[in-house]
Structures are given as C-alpha cells and as structure tokens.
C-alpha cells in the first residue's frame, strides 16, 4: 500500500477518535443544563415518584431520589446554586472546542492530548477524595472514576496513531 493512502487511513482514524471526543464533550456538557428534567425521567425509569420523600425508598432508588430532591429543592429555594452546573456544562463544550485544533492539525496539537490525559486520571483522586467530603456513595464514585478510565484509554489510542502518523511525516 503506498505510504500516502497509509497517511490518509491514519489521518481517518485519528479524526474519527477526534470527532468522538468532541461529540462526547458536547453531549455531557449539554446534559448538564436540564437536570431537574434528566433525573425526572430517570426516577420515572426506575420506578422512583416525585411525590414520595427519598427516605421512601433505598439502593439506587433512594440514592436517585435524594438527588432528584436536592436539585429540585435548589432549583426552587437557591437556583444560583445551578449556576455552577452552568460553568461545568460551558467548560466541557470549551473543551471540545479545544479539539478541533487536533481535529485539523493532529501532529502540531498533540499537546491537547496529553492535557487530556491528565484531566481524565485526575478525576479518580477528585471523585474519591471529593465523593468522601460530600458523602457521596463509593459505588457512585467508582462510576465518575469510569469516566476517567474510560477516557483515557481512547486517549492513549489516539496518542499512538498521532505518534505513528508522526514517525511516517
């Protein structure tokens, strides 16, 4: 295979990995925004009514339940405390405009990974030592430090391919 379409093929997989990343970052900081809505749907998925009190129910049920009562009861009685959900909902689509830079130039950007993967394995200590302070279950916690994982791998990958489309140029 001649060395130009091998570039191109890289090039392909380097953006698609990109594009993914970006998507991602759009879509958690976009669900960031409605959560009242969100958490209404999902305690009506697993079964959890907004009429009854939190301390009805136990498990996940109970766990979604206290959520749902503590966003909506903010939203009600201190909405600038959803403010901060704003920032986090703006700082992820910043982010994913961060990548548009390795989108278009992959070699020239590859500090942008890097970045990233520090971001993702500093959420493991964030999650674990911030799930403590605020009390948050250690099975919840071990789901945000999935994200962090799960970040990471894609990142390494794409840390790879960005390394080989180098070594080719």
Known sequence: MDNKLKEKQLLLKIRLLVLFFI????????T???LETELEIICKIIGVSPELPASSYTGLQGWMAWIYEGVKHTKE?????????????????MIAVAFIGLYRQPIR?????????????GVIPTALI???VRNIPFYWQ???CSFGI??????????????????QG
Do not use: R
């Not at 998507?23 to 976009?30: C, E, M, N």
């Not at 201190?78 to 689509?93: C, E, M, N, S, V």
């Open 142 to 144: 071990l789901i945000d």
């Open 23 to 30: 998507i991602a970052l759009i879509g958690s900081g976009l």
């Open 77 to 93: 009685h201190y909405p600038f405390l959803l403010y901060g959900t704003d920032w986090l909902a703006f700082a992820h689509i």
């Open 150 to 167: 799960f970040g990471f791998i894609p990142l390494y990958i794409l840390h790879k391919l960005v390394q080989k489309l180098e070594s």
């Open 130 to 132: 911030c799930g403590v």
């Open 109 to 121: 950007n590859k500090w942008i990974i890097y970045w990233s993967m520090i971001m993702c394995a």
């Open 32 to 34: 960031a925004f409605p």
